[in-house]
């Protein structure tokens, strides 16, 4: 953090400098929350090359996560909530054109290297880290109160040592000084002795029982503070990471962050040195023994027992603490881990929770995929795969943001090395990637081996949607680590459990999670009609694999379109809040029902596979209550012409006196039109005298279809049955036609000569001007 921290020490004229090179494109608060390691990027090579710019990007929104978590561990709601919104606007602006933000950074060190070389002052280099954090829970508070008083044990123990070492080291020159002289000899004889000699004995006697006693006492607390240690290592091992690793299961599926390490290095670090120390003084009453020894001796009968266990806690500590950090992703989706597609890179972090600087770069790490054999591989029925990439690293502590021990695979490639006659489906097929290692360390060696969370591995990219639901419903339902044979027979989830999961896939990209009115509504495409959908079951079949009732595609095809349509097309509104989405038509029918006339909500197609969004609003002038809707819901084709802002604003019907108007004119609940959809507008289009032949690019399009106030004398059921009525979700495209001005008055005039009467009323859905129609 050398460059940041100096850049802070400057005087005020330089500090005003540096304060206009960060805008909402690079917020200065990340460039403060991640210093070390956004100096550590090669960014200008990045904004050269869109690949490694495609990597940095995946990694730095790695590295706000990690940061968020620490956040999270602190409490500090303000740095959470900067950093969640300086993420999704990251994503929003520069997932598909991440060269850009590169160059931006690159620029931005670029300057800051500028104003150090030409201040007058500056300070010394430094570092500065980020507070540990607080524990924050009555159980972690237990659990640090024990690592000190195992720390404070281990510290008494060496005191101790060093009393036995002193009173042996008495005892063994007071025994030597009497066996040279040979008064020793002479008792053993039987001889009689003086009385100085019989005294000197006599102390040497009480010499040995005083240092029997502290033999034995040591041993005792020795297996005391072993037992200790073993428990405070059950709470690290099998509670704390094993929280932590569920936390990152759910972080991998959309849910919270909360997936920082540093505590647990901290815990974890502190309990194995302690361990290394108790070890040392263990060796020393080997010594010791060797030295003095006597019959009885509680060293001899109570060293090799001691020796074993703190062996074999240090090495299940060892093992324990190699994780995987980061799960295996490909840089294009950083969204959706877990899934990885022959041939294209991906990238993956392992972590030692154990700091010792003398490990650093002593640790290859060696990555392998399914690493059990062909014939399992075959027997369970799945294809095998191999590393095309570089699969092997050394563990570093320069990589990482904190000085850990850590190794970051950047260009892992899959490619198929066996194909077998499978069970599952390509999409269901789980494999475990696997990093081996060898530590030595004083004088122990020991093999460390992880595992990935399992993956799918893809050929083709359409793939994706089926191998998401997957990683979604594993990792939902199941906490086991190696459970590659999952889908042979899914459990089955419960509706809670799928709507928070649901709830997440919008959470984690968007400002907003799902409502319980919405994943209501989702409910009830899932599971039918019922009063509580708390505890109802739901199948893999029914959540991805089979058809919804009345329509040629399944649910999860149906809800991942959508996802897409709002991270890509409809984002601003929906953090706005301005989209209802998942309603039903009774729902709707009810809340707009007592609203004023041109009162409109927006929300999902549920007959469109692709994903789709259309208005419905309180209809105007009709003889009773009724809904209208957009003739065609607006898909992604459609809204990547013209935004769907643009599209509410200048949505316009005819009514029967010939004159263009607005149905849309309050966002439920009462928001006007204007102030709700006018900011996302680009400016107004061209006049139309300017505009050229309907048929290019710069025609106004508009969309025809009947006025309502046609049919007002037919019962809506009549017009719903028949698929006239407007709003009907009949699929009929024939009413809907784009055209010019020019083509417009001419079919009106044409249809008003052949058929006088109510069909003069024509409904316009939309006017696209030229640079409205360009692509956004």
Request: proline share 5%; glycine share 4%; aromatic share 8%.
């Given at each position: 953090?050398?460059?940041?921290?100096?850049?802070?020490?400057?005087?005020?004229?330089?500090?005003?400098?540096?304060?206009?090179?960060?805008?909402?494109?690079?917020?200065?608060?990340?460039?403060?929350?991640?210093?070390?390691?956004?100096?550590?990027?090669?960014?200008?090579?990045?904004?050269?090359?869109?690949?490694?710019?495609?990597?940095?990007?995946?990694?730095?929104?790695?590295?706000?996560?990690?940061?968020?978590?620490?956040?999270?561990?602190?409490?500090?709601?303000?740095?959470?909530?900067?950093?969640?919104?300086?993420?999704?606007?990251?994503?929003?602006?520069?997932?598909?054109?991440?060269?850009?933000?590169?160059?931006?950074?690159?620029?931005?060190?670029?300057?800051?290297?500028?104003?150090?070389?030409?201040?007058?002052?500056?300070?010394?280099?430094?570092?500065?880290?980020?507070?540990?954090?607080?524990?924050?829970?009555?159980?972690?508070?237990?659990?640090?109160?024990?690592?000190?008083?195992?720390?404070?044990?281990?510290?008494?123990?060496?005191q101790k040592m060093k009393m036995l070492e002193n009173l042996q080291d008495d005892f063994d020159f007071n025994y030597k000084t009497l066996k040279s002289q040979g008064e020793l000899s002479q008792d053993m004889n039987g001889n009689s002795q003086a009385a100085a000699t019989r005294q000197k004995m006599s102390q040497l006697e009480q010499m040995l029982s005083a240092l029997d006693q502290l033999r034995r006492q040591i041993v005792t607390e020795?297996?005391?503070?072993?037992?200790?240690?073993?428990?405070?290592?059950?709470?690290?091992?099998?509670?704390?990471?094993?929280?932590?690793?569920?936390?990152?299961?759910?972080?991998?599926?959309?849910?919270?962050?909360?997936?920082?390490?540093?505590?647990?290095?901290?815990?974890?670090?502190?309990?194995?040195?302690?361990?290394?120390?108790?070890?040392?003084?263990?060796?020393?009453?080997?010594?010791?023994?060797?030295?003095?020894?006597?019959?009885?001796?509680?060293?001899?009968?109570?060293?090799?027992?001691?020796?074993?266990?703190?062996?074999?806690?240090?090495?299940?500590?060892?093992?324990?603490?190699?994780?995987?950090?980061?799960?295996?992703?490909?840089?294009?989706?950083?969204?959706?881990?877990?899934?990885?597609?022959?041939?294209?890179?991906?990238?993956?972090?392992?972590?030692?929770?154990?700091?010792?600087?003398?490990?650093?770069?002593?640790?290859?790490?060696?990555?392998?995929?399914?690493?059990?054999?062909?014939?399992?591989?075959?027997?369970?029925?799945?294809?095998?795969?191999?590393?095309?990439?570089?699969?092997?690293?050394?563990?570093?502590?320069?990589?990482?943001?904190?000085?850990?021990?850590?190794?970051?695979?950047?260009?892992?490639?899959?490619?198929?090395?066996?194909?077998?006659?499978?069970?599952?489906?390509?999409?269901?097929?789980?494999?475990?990637?696997?990093?081996?290692?060898?530590?030595?360390?004083?004088?122990?060696?020991?093999?460390?081996?992880?595992?990935?969370?399992?993956?799918?591995?893809?050929?083709?990219?359409?793939?994706?949607?089926?191998?998401?639901?997957?990683?979604?419903?594993?990792?939902?339902?199941?906490?086991?680590?190696?459970?590659?044979?999952?889908?042979?027979?899914?459990?089955?989830?419960?509706?809670?459990?799928?709507?928070?999961?649901?709830?997440?896939?919008?959470?984690?990209?968007?400002?907003?999670?799902?409502?319980?009115?919405?994943?209501?509504?989702?409910?009830?495409?899932?599971?039918?009609?019922?009063?509580?959908?708390?505890?109802?079951?739901?199948?893999?079949?029914?959540?991805?694999?089979?058809?919804?009732?009345?329509?040629?595609?399944?649910?999860?095809?149906?809800?991942?379109?959508?996802?897409?349509?709002?991270?890509?097309?409809?984002?601003?509104?929906?953090?706005?809040?301005?989209i209802l989405g998942f309603i039903s038509k009774e729902r709707e029918r009810a809340i707009l029902s007592p609203k004023p006339p041109g009162t409109f909500l927006l929300r999902f197609s549920e007959s469109s596979k692709e994903g789709a969004c259309w208005a419905g609003w309180r209809s105007v002038g009709l003889s009773r209550f009724s809904i209208v809707h957009v003739n065609l819901p607006y898909t992604k084709q459609q809204l990547n012409s013209?935004?769907?802002?643009?599209?509410?604003?200048?949505?316009?019907?005819?009514?029967?006196?010939?004159?263009?108007?607005?149905?849309?004119?309050?966002?439920?609940?009462?928001?006007?039109?204007?102030?709700?959809?006018?900011?996302?507008?680009?400016?107004?289009?061209?006049?139309?005298?300017?505009?050229?032949?309907?048929?290019?690019?710069?025609?106004?399009?508009?969309?025809?279809?009947?006025?309502?106030?046609?049919?007002?004398?037919?019962?809506?059921?009549?017009?719903?049955?028949?698929?006239?009525?407007?709003?009907?979700?009949?699929?009929?495209?024939?009413?809907?036609?784009?055209?010019?001005?020019?083509?417009?008055?001419?079919?009106?005039?044409?249809?008003?000569?052949?058929?006088?009467?109510?069909?003069?009323?024509?409904?316009?859905?939309?006017?696209?001007?030229?640079?409205?129609?360009?692509?956004?």
């Open positions: 953090m050398a460059q940041w921290n100096q850049l802070q020490q400057l005087e005020t004229r330089y500090l005003e400098q540096l304060y206009h090179l960060y805008s909402d494109s690079f917020p200065m608060e990340l460039r403060q929350f991640l210093a070390p390691w956004i100096e550590s990027q090669d960014w200008a090579y990045a904004a050269n090359k869109e690949s490694h710019a495609t990597l940095v990007f995946h990694n730095l929104l790695g590295e706000i996560d990690q940061q968020y978590s620490r956040f999270l561990q602190e409490n500090n709601v303000l740095y959470q909530h900067n950093l969640r919104r300086i993420k999704q606007h990251l994503q929003s602006k520069y997932l598909e054109k991440p060269m850009e933000i590169a160059r931006i950074v690159a620029r931005c060190l670029w300057e800051e290297q500028r104003l150090l070389q030409t201040a007058t002052t500056a300070a010394q280099d430094g570092t500065a880290s980020h507070p540990s954090g607080t524990v924050v829970t009555e159980k972690q508070q237990i659990l640090e109160h024990n690592l000190q008083d195992i720390r404070k044990r281990v510290q008494d123990m060496e020795m297996a005391g503070l072993l037992s200790a240690m073993d428990f405070v290592q059950k709470n690290l091992t099998d509670d704390e990471l094993a929280d932590w690793k569920r936390r990152q299961q759910i972080a991998c599926i959309g849910g919270p962050p909360n997936i920082c390490l540093d505590r647990l290095e901290t815990w974890i670090t502190s309990l194995a040195e302690s361990q290394l120390q108790i070890r040392q003084q263990i060796k020393k009453l080997e010594e010791l023994q060797q030295k003095v020894s006597y019959k009885g001796d509680p060293i001899i009968q109570h060293r090799p027992a001691l020796e074993e266990k703190i062996v074999d806690l240090f090495r299940n500590l060892m093992k324990s603490a190699f994780v995987v950090e980061r799960q295996p992703c490909m840089p294009m989706h950083p969204d959706r881990p877990l899934v990885i597609k022959t041939g294209v890179q991906f990238t993956n972090k392992v972590r030692l929770l154990v700091k010792f600087p003398e490990l650093n770069y002593q640790l290859k790490i060696k990555v392998i995929i399914d690493k059990e054999s062909g014939d399992v591989a075959a027997i369970r029925g799945s294809r095998k795969f191999n590393i095309l990439g570089t699969n092997t690293k050394v563990m570093n502590m320069e990589e990482s943001n904190n000085g850990s021990l850590s190794a970051e695979f950047k260009h892992l490639v899959s490619g198929c090395l066996l194909v077998s006659i499978a069970s599952l489906i390509v999409t269901e097929e789980l494999h475990l990637i696997t990093f081996e290692t060898e530590v030595y360390h004083q004088g122990l060696k020991i093999d460390l081996e992880t595992h990935s969370l399992p993956v799918v591995v893809i050929s083709n990219i359409c793939q994706m949607p089926n191998a998401w639901a997957s990683i979604l419903w594993y990792n939902m339902l199941t906490n086991h680590p190696k459970n590659v044979n999952f889908f042979t027979k899914p459990p089955v989830g419960t509706w809670d459990q799928v709507a928070e999961v649901l709830s997440w896939q919008f959470s984690s990209t968007t400002k907003r999670g799902l409502t319980i009115e919405q994943l209501t509504t989702l409910a009830e495409k899932l599971l039918g009609p019922c009063v509580n959908y708390s505890g109802c079951q739901i199948t893999w079949a029914k959540f991805c694999k089979e058809n919804m009732v009345g329509k040629g595609f399944s649910f999860w095809v149906w809800l991942d379109n959508i996802i897409d349509l709002v991270k890509k097309y409809i984002l601003a509104l929906w953090n706005e809040g301005y013209m935004s769907f802002a643009e599209i509410i604003m200048g949505y316009k019907i005819m009514d029967a006196t010939n004159i263009l108007v607005s149905p849309l004119v309050y966002l439920f609940p009462e928001i006007p039109k204007e102030d709700a959809f006018g900011k996302y507008c680009r400016p107004e289009a061209a006049p139309e005298a300017e505009l050229g032949d309907p048929c290019s690019s710069e025609s106004i399009l508009t969309c025809l279809r009947r006025c309502p106030s046609v049919f007002m004398d037919f019962p809506d059921s009549e017009l719903l049955g028949n698929g006239i009525f407007p709003g009907t979700n009949s699929g009929n495209t024939s009413d809907l036609f784009p055209m010019s001005p020019r083509t417009l008055d001419s079919l009106m005039h044409n249809e008003a000569e052949a058929n006088p009467g109510p069909l003069d009323s024509l409904t316009l859905d939309m006017e696209l001007s030229s640079d409205v129609a360009s692509p956004m």
